[in-house]
Protein backbone atom coordinates (compact mmCIF):
# COMPACT_ATOMS: atom_id res chain seq x y z
CA UNK A 1 0.00 0.00 0.00
CA UNK A 2 1.86 3.09 -1.51
CA UNK A 3 -0.45 5.60 -1.37
CA UNK A 4 2.57 8.60 -0.72
CA UNK A 5 5.80 7.29 -2.29
CA UNK A 6 8.77 9.55 -2.08
CA UNK A 7 10.67 7.71 -4.99
CA UNK A 8 14.02 9.44 -4.17
CA UNK A 9 15.81 8.13 -1.32
CA UNK A 10 18.82 10.27 -0.88
CA UNK A 11 19.24 13.73 -2.54
CA UNK A 12 22.70 15.33 -2.57
CA UNK A 13 22.85 19.52 -2.72
CA UNK A 14 25.88 22.22 -2.30
CA UNK A 15 25.09 25.24 0.73
CA UNK A 16 23.45 27.81 -0.98
CA UNK A 17 21.59 26.12 -3.72
CA UNK A 18 17.86 24.49 -4.00
CA UNK A 19 16.98 21.26 -2.66
CA UNK A 20 13.62 19.91 -3.93
CA UNK A 21 12.11 16.67 -2.79
CA UNK A 22 9.15 15.31 -4.39
CA UNK A 23 6.24 13.63 -3.07
CA UNK A 24 3.49 11.57 -5.25
CA UNK A 25 0.37 10.04 -4.51
CA UNK A 26 -2.87 8.25 -5.31
CA UNK A 27 -5.82 8.72 -2.95
CA UNK A 28 -7.70 11.73 -4.50
CA UNK A 29 -8.98 12.08 -1.12
CA UNK A 30 -6.01 13.66 0.50
CA UNK A 31 -6.85 16.98 1.41
CA UNK A 32 -4.01 18.32 3.49
CA UNK A 33 -0.73 17.69 2.77
CA UNK A 34 2.58 17.99 5.15
CA UNK A 35 6.44 18.10 5.20
CA UNK A 36 8.49 16.54 8.38
CA UNK A 37 12.21 16.66 9.15
CA UNK A 38 13.51 13.82 11.07
CA UNK A 39 16.69 13.64 13.21
CA UNK A 40 17.95 10.02 14.22
CA UNK A 41 16.65 8.77 17.06
CA UNK A 42 14.25 11.92 17.24
CA UNK A 43 10.73 12.44 16.02
CA UNK A 44 9.29 13.78 13.44
CA UNK A 45 9.59 17.34 13.61
CA UNK A 46 6.78 20.03 11.36
CA UNK A 47 8.07 22.05 8.99
CA UNK A 48 5.30 23.29 6.34
CA UNK A 49 2.12 21.86 5.71
CA UNK A 50 -0.62 22.82 2.44
CA UNK A 51 -4.48 21.97 1.81
CA UNK A 52 -5.45 21.33 -1.05
CA UNK A 53 -7.47 24.12 -2.21
CA UNK A 54 -4.10 25.99 -2.45
CA UNK A 55 -1.14 24.86 -4.84
CA UNK A 56 1.62 26.92 -2.73
CA UNK A 57 2.74 27.45 0.44
CA UNK A 58 5.65 30.07 2.10
CA UNK A 59 7.38 29.63 5.07
CA UNK A 60 10.61 31.82 4.91
CA UNK A 61 13.30 29.45 3.18
CA UNK A 62 10.74 26.80 2.56
CA UNK A 63 8.03 26.41 -0.11
CA UNK A 64 5.61 23.74 -0.82
CA UNK A 65 4.00 23.62 -4.05
CA UNK A 66 1.10 21.19 -4.89
CA UNK A 67 -0.19 19.98 -7.84
CA UNK A 68 -3.50 18.27 -7.74
CA UNK A 69 -4.09 17.15 -11.48
CA UNK A 70 -0.87 15.49 -11.04
CA UNK A 71 -1.13 14.48 -7.24
CA UNK A 72 2.44 15.23 -6.66
CA UNK A 73 4.03 17.90 -4.04
CA UNK A 74 7.47 19.39 -3.83
CA UNK A 75 9.28 20.94 -0.89
CA UNK A 76 11.84 23.50 -1.84
CA UNK A 77 14.19 25.00 0.36
CA UNK A 78 16.32 28.11 -0.86
CA UNK A 79 19.25 28.33 -0.02
CA UNK A 80 19.82 25.16 1.46
CA UNK A 81 21.99 25.03 4.57
CA UNK A 82 24.49 22.04 6.66
CA UNK A 83 22.07 22.45 9.45
CA UNK A 84 19.09 21.49 6.56
CA UNK A 85 20.44 17.75 6.38
CA UNK A 86 18.00 15.57 7.79
CA UNK A 87 15.23 12.97 6.72
CA UNK A 88 12.33 14.40 5.30
CA UNK A 89 8.84 12.62 4.80
CA UNK A 90 5.80 13.50 2.56
CA UNK A 91 2.61 12.89 4.48
CA UNK A 92 -0.89 12.86 3.42
CA UNK A 93 -4.36 13.29 5.38
CA UNK A 94 -7.95 12.90 4.67
CA UNK A 95 -10.44 14.02 7.27
CA UNK A 96 -12.69 11.22 8.19
CA UNK A 97 -16.22 10.75 10.05
CA UNK A 98 -14.78 10.83 13.29
CA UNK A 99 -13.51 14.16 13.01
CA UNK A 100 -9.48 12.99 13.47
CA UNK A 101 -7.23 12.25 10.60
CA UNK A 102 -4.74 9.65 10.11
CA UNK A 103 -1.21 10.66 8.15
CA UNK A 104 0.34 8.17 5.69
CA UNK A 105 3.60 8.60 5.39
CA UNK A 106 6.30 8.49 2.61
CA UNK A 107 9.36 6.56 2.74
CA UNK A 108 11.39 9.67 3.55
CA UNK A 109 14.09 11.35 1.51
CA UNK A 110 17.74 11.51 3.12
CA UNK A 111 18.78 15.10 1.90
CA UNK A 112 22.42 16.17 2.94
CA UNK A 113 23.60 19.47 2.14
CA UNK A 114 27.42 19.67 1.98
CA UNK A 115 29.52 22.75 2.90
CA UNK B 1 7.41 26.72 23.09
CA UNK B 2 5.49 23.44 24.29
CA UNK B 3 6.15 20.16 23.03
CA UNK B 4 4.85 16.13 22.86
CA UNK B 5 6.99 14.17 25.53
CA UNK B 6 7.54 10.78 25.71
CA UNK B 7 8.59 8.24 28.30
CA UNK B 8 11.02 5.82 28.08
CA UNK B 9 12.67 6.49 25.47
CA UNK B 10 14.29 2.98 25.25
CA UNK B 11 12.51 -0.18 26.82
CA UNK B 12 13.75 -3.47 26.28
CA UNK B 13 11.41 -6.07 27.54
CA UNK B 14 11.19 -9.97 26.89
CA UNK B 15 8.63 -11.50 24.60
CA UNK B 16 5.35 -12.02 26.07
CA UNK B 17 5.54 -9.40 28.97
CA UNK B 18 3.36 -6.19 28.85
CA UNK B 19 4.36 -2.91 28.31
CA UNK B 20 3.07 1.25 28.93
CA UNK B 21 4.44 3.41 26.84
CA UNK B 22 3.92 6.72 28.39
CA UNK B 23 2.83 10.48 26.11
CA UNK B 24 2.35 13.54 27.72
CA UNK B 25 0.32 15.65 24.68
CA UNK B 26 0.44 19.41 24.15
CA UNK B 27 -1.84 20.85 26.93
CA UNK B 28 -4.68 22.78 24.59
CA UNK B 29 -4.87 19.70 22.05
CA UNK B 30 -7.84 17.52 21.50
CA UNK B 31 -6.84 14.92 19.71
CA UNK B 32 -4.04 12.43 19.96
CA UNK B 33 -2.49 9.42 18.16
CA UNK B 34 -0.13 6.43 18.22
CA UNK B 35 2.47 5.46 15.21
CA UNK B 36 5.23 3.59 14.94
CA UNK B 37 8.45 2.89 12.73
CA UNK B 38 9.66 -0.59 12.52
CA UNK B 39 13.35 -0.26 11.40
CA UNK B 40 13.99 0.80 8.13
CA UNK B 41 10.46 1.16 7.15
CA UNK B 42 7.69 3.69 6.55
CA UNK B 43 5.57 5.72 9.78
CA UNK B 44 2.58 3.87 10.04
CA UNK B 45 -0.47 5.07 11.83
CA UNK B 46 -1.93 2.62 14.50
CA UNK B 47 -4.67 4.74 16.57
CA UNK B 48 -6.46 8.18 17.18
CA UNK B 49 -8.24 8.97 19.89
CA UNK B 50 -10.60 11.51 21.14
CA UNK B 51 -12.98 12.33 23.71
CA UNK B 52 -12.15 9.52 25.78
CA UNK B 53 -12.39 7.12 22.87
CA UNK B 54 -10.68 5.69 19.73
CA UNK B 55 -11.71 7.90 16.58
CA UNK B 56 -9.66 5.36 14.24
CA UNK B 57 -7.74 2.73 14.28
CA UNK B 58 -5.43 0.82 11.94
CA UNK B 59 -5.41 -2.64 11.22
CA UNK B 60 -2.07 -3.15 13.39
CA UNK B 61 -3.67 -2.54 16.61
CA UNK B 62 -5.29 -5.67 17.76
CA UNK B 63 -6.56 -6.78 20.70
CA UNK B 64 -3.39 -7.10 21.84
CA UNK B 65 -3.34 -3.05 21.81
CA UNK B 66 -5.10 -0.64 24.09
CA UNK B 67 -4.98 3.30 24.14
CA UNK B 68 -6.22 4.84 27.85
CA UNK B 69 -5.85 8.76 28.90
CA UNK B 70 -5.85 8.18 32.69
CA UNK B 71 -5.59 11.32 33.61
CA UNK B 72 -5.50 15.06 32.29
CA UNK B 73 -2.26 14.99 31.08
CA UNK B 74 -1.32 11.39 29.99
CA UNK B 75 -1.33 9.13 27.30
CA UNK B 76 -0.58 5.88 26.99
CA UNK B 77 0.01 3.08 24.79
CA UNK B 78 -0.20 -0.72 26.32
CA UNK B 79 0.73 -3.41 24.66
CA UNK B 80 -0.48 -6.92 26.70
CA UNK B 81 1.57 -9.36 25.30
CA UNK B 82 4.89 -8.39 23.72
CA UNK B 83 5.97 -10.18 19.89
CA UNK B 84 9.20 -9.58 18.85
CA UNK B 85 7.78 -8.13 15.56
CA UNK B 86 6.57 -5.07 18.23
CA UNK B 87 10.00 -4.03 17.89
CA UNK B 88 9.93 -0.58 16.95
CA UNK B 89 10.11 3.00 17.42
CA UNK B 90 6.63 4.27 19.09
CA UNK B 91 5.52 7.82 18.28
CA UNK B 92 3.10 9.61 20.29
CA UNK B 93 1.34 12.46 18.31
CA UNK B 94 -1.01 15.53 19.23
CA UNK B 95 -3.41 18.11 17.42
CA UNK B 96 -5.83 20.87 18.24
CA UNK B 97 -8.50 19.73 16.06
CA UNK B 98 -10.03 21.11 13.04
CA UNK B 99 -10.24 25.11 13.37
CA UNK B 100 -10.97 25.48 9.91
CA UNK B 101 -9.99 23.30 6.85
CA UNK B 102 -6.51 21.73 8.96
CA UNK B 103 -4.96 20.48 11.47
CA UNK B 104 -1.48 19.61 12.15
CA UNK B 105 0.17 17.07 14.17
CA UNK B 106 2.69 17.64 16.71
CA UNK B 107 5.58 14.24 17.39
CA UNK B 108 6.94 13.63 20.44
CA UNK B 109 10.65 12.27 20.12
CA UNK B 110 9.51 8.36 20.09
CA UNK B 111 10.13 5.47 22.52
CA UNK B 112 12.16 2.90 21.16
CA UNK B 113 11.18 -0.81 22.03
CA UNK B 114 12.86 -3.46 22.02
CA UNK B 115 11.58 -7.29 22.32
CA UNK B 116 13.84 -10.02 23.34
Known amino acids: DQQVKQNSPSLSVQEGRISILNCDYTNSMFDYFLWYKKYPAEGPTFLISISSIKDKNEDGRFTVFLNKSAKHLSLHIVPSQPGDSAVYFCAASARTQGGSEKLVFGKGTKLTVNP | EPEVTQTPSHQVTQMGQEVILRCVPISNHLYFYWYRQILGQKVEFLVSFYNNEISEKSEIFDDQFSVERPDGSNFTLKIRSTKLEDSAMYFC??????????????FGPGTRLTVL
Open chain 2, 93 to 106: ASSEGYRGETDTQY
